[in-house]
């Protein structure tokens, strides 16, 4: 069962080297989804494609989902220069969504049964993203869901929502995962797997208990690492200059559980510097 398990885990390792999407360490969240459809397409065109499209705020894009009430998002000062009120509009009803720093993105779309759905992704500052979805079809106003994290990567189908969430593992990372979408417009059957695209190289001072691709179960000091993807308690990594890769296993530490450990060890003692970030 064991060597079953190790080698499920090594052909993940190689998946996320190979097909990795995520965003940087650098706290810039890829908020942006790729659809190749703009505001501009009928609404018959919209709903043969089901395509995610981007929205601006402060705009009316009842249109775009074939609405006829004001479907729209709002962002107002709040009154304090720093933050703004966001609030959704549909038809004659509103509701404020919150105070944040700044609206990252509004996507829309229809499901196959003709509902319309507003994706809202929020920053409350710093890259701290909150995903809200809402139900706005024929003037209703209805919230479907809300998780920490932004929508992002490239969507197609209700069945491909990536979702960037933020990992603090051997760093501060922002993870792609996959959600559905479900009829009720809730995000379900999450992927297990947090997919990570990140330039930081973690170089090594103490030998890291690992288990490689090549087989061997310790990576010597003065390597450097690039994280991959986090699978539960296993982070995948690649080896720098060799593009070996390999995963490790961790546990977070009983005293301090913003502390993760390796083989009893806190993960602070196998790296010159982690990245990261408040």
């Known amino acids: 069962m064991k060597n079953k398990k190790v080698m499920a885990l090594m052909a993940l390792s190689v998946v996320l080297l190979i097909g990795g999407c995520g965003t940087k360490t650098d706290g810039q969240a890829e908020s942006s989804v790729s659809v190749g459809s703009s505001a501009a397409e009928s609404s018959a065109e919209f709903q043969q494609k089901t395509e995610f499209i981007a929205v601006e705020v402060n705009s009316d894009f009842s249109a775009v989902l074939g609405e006829t009430s ?14 703004q009120t966001v609030t959704i509009v549909s038809g004659d009803v509103q509701e404020v969504i919150g105070e944040f720093g700044s609206v990252a993105s509004i996507y829309v779309a229809k499901n196959a049964e003709g509902k319309s759905f507003v994706f809202v992704t929020c920053d409350y500052m710093s890259n701290d993203f909150v ?8 003037g209703q106003l209805v919230k479907c869901d809300e998780l920490s994290g932004a ?23 922002y993870g792609a995962c996959g959600y559905s979408l479900d009829a009720n417009g809730k995000l379900t059957d999450k992927s ?15 030998d890291l208990p690992a288990v490689l691709e090549n087989g061997g179960s310790v990576l010597t000091a003065g390597n450097s690492i690039k994280v991959t993807g986090v699978y539960g308690d296993t982070v ?11 995963y ?5 530490d009983e005293e301090e559980p913003w502390i993760h450990n390796i083989d009893g060890i806190s993960e602070y003692e196998y790296f010159e510097m982690l990245p990261y970030s408040g």
Do not use: C, P
């Not at 995948?236 to 390999?246: R, S």
């Not at 490790?248 to 977070?252: C, D, F, K, S, W």
């Open 248 to 252: 490790i296993q961790y546990t977070v």
């Open 131 to 138: 995903l809200f979805v809402y139900d706005v079809t024929a």
């Open 151 to 173: 929508l992002e990567g490239e969507i197609s189908t209700m069945k491909t929502l990536m979702v960037s969430e933020r990992l603090d593992v051997l760093g501060t990372y």
């Open 192 to 206: 297990e797997i947090y997919k990570i695209d990140s330039d930081a190289e973690l170089k090594l001072i103490k």
């Open 236 to 246: 995948f990594f690649v080896v720098v200059g060799t593009e070996e890769t390999g």
């Open 70 to 83: 004001i479907v729209s998002v709002k962002a107002e000062n709040s009154g304090n220069d720093v933050t």
